[in-house]
């Protein structure tokens, strides 16, 4: 069974940057393309940048040249740097395997002043 737990969400000052941690268990974390995701309040649930498990990336146009999507498939980790956060970053950010359709919990990020 494929769990995702993520780590790193946290209040910050506009400006300011956050590294957001997922950590998989289960599955084969190697061929995995795997998301990064946001939602506002009110909004629906976005995609913020992607990782495929070749490393290929793909970001929203909101978040190019701020975020940066990597992996560490010895470690069955994805991480989001985020850089010159805005305050209309604010969100709960999710991780998703991609491959087996799987969400984590989420982890809450607040950008503000």
């Known amino acids: 069974q494929v769990q995702l737990v993520e780590s790193g969400g946290g209040l910050v000052q506009p400006g300011g940057s956050l590294r957001l941690s997922c950590a998989a268990s289960?599955?084969?974390?190697?061929?995995?393309?795997m998301g990064w995701y946001r939602q506002a309040p009110g909004k629906q649930r976005e995609l913020v940048a992607a990782i495929t498990s070749r490393g290929s990336t793909n970001y929203a146009d909101s978040v190019k040249g701020r975020f940066t999507i990597s992996r560490d498939n010895a470690k069955n980790t994805v991480y989001l740097q985020m850089n010159s956060l805005k305050p209309e970053d604010t969100a709960v950010y999710y991780c998703?395997?991609?491959?087996?359709?799987?969400w984590g919990q989420g982890t809450q990020v607040t950008v503000s002043s």
């Open positions: 289960g599955g084969i974390f190697g061929v995995s393309a």
């Open positions: 998703k395997n991609i491959y087996y359709n799987v």
